[in-house]
């Protein structure tokens, strides 16, 4: 189906994309790399009058590396951060998780933040913001802030980004060499969404568990992560009944939705499953380059 009408702006800087967005209010939408926003604009599901697309603005196209964090620029593409070093060896999970986002020529036009941004619970970068309690940063005409993973995925396709704000960027804390993580999901096709997927983490010093998060995709509104589950890990040696004891926490915790392309009791069958075998393949990838 064709694009309904729609007034096209391309603005040179970051500060007239704000200005553009303070302007038209609920009427605008930003276009990053579209993989989401023109299927949506396609299907008449609630088209915006304007779209302000940002893909020119240099100043969103850096991936950078501090002591403590990486932070992927708005207009980082997927494939970008796939293949960067600096991702896969101080973030390990977000370049575990690259590689199951649709497939690679969706990866060559979509953004990290879009995907952020868009919300879909069940894609995986929601929930490796949220395993990696990372830190999204807003700005405005009126000035700019940073949300913590937990307040920012709000429900279905909602976040805390106002109307007149651009997601500009996401850190992801910086890991050492004891953590790793890696993301696991069951889906009926390669690169197609997930019917249930965990993005799981993992800190181990010597034989013990020092640090553990299972943020599970989706089964709910939004990323779900189960703080039993990791309580239970914690100061553990890693072994498979150690990741059995925390599936079993899974499968009493989680309440799982079902839709047309799962039942409930299925979705959760699959969490305690990807549970044991997210966590062992989180150990395995420790120390090893992502
Ligand atoms: C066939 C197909 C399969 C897919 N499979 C998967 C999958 O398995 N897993 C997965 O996670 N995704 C999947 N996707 C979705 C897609 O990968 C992402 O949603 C997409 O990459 C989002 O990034 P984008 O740059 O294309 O965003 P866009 O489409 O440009 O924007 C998406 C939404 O986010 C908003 N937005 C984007 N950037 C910003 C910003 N910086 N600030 C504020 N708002 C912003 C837009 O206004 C829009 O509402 C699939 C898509 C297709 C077409």
Known sequence: MKNPPFHYHRPATLDEALALLA?????????????SLLPVMALRLGPPAHVIDIGTLEELKSIEVSDTAVTIGAMVRHAEAEHSAEVAEYTPLV???????????????????????????????????LATSATMHLAS?????????????QGFFTTAIEPNEILTGVSFPAWGPTTSGTVVEVSRRHGDYAMCGVACALDVAD?????????????????????EAENVLLGQAPSEATYQAAADVVTDTLEPEGDIHATAAYRLHLAGVLTRRGLAEAHDRIGVPA
């Open 23 to 35: 302007e038209f209010g609920d009427d605008g939408k930003i276009l990053a790399g579209g993989q």
């Open 95 to 129: 370049a575990a998780a690259l590689p199951h986002v649709g497939h690679r020529a969706i990866r060559n036009r979509g953004t990290v933040v879009g995907s952020i941004a868009h919300a879909d619970s069940a894609a995986e970068m929601p929930a490796v913001c």
């Open 141 to 153: 005409a009126e000035g700019t802030r940073n949300v913590a993973a937990p307040d920012f995925f």
């Open 207 to 227: 034989n013990v568990i020092n640090g553990a998060a299972l943020a599970f995709f989706s089964v709910a509104s939004t990323p779900v992560r189960i703080a």
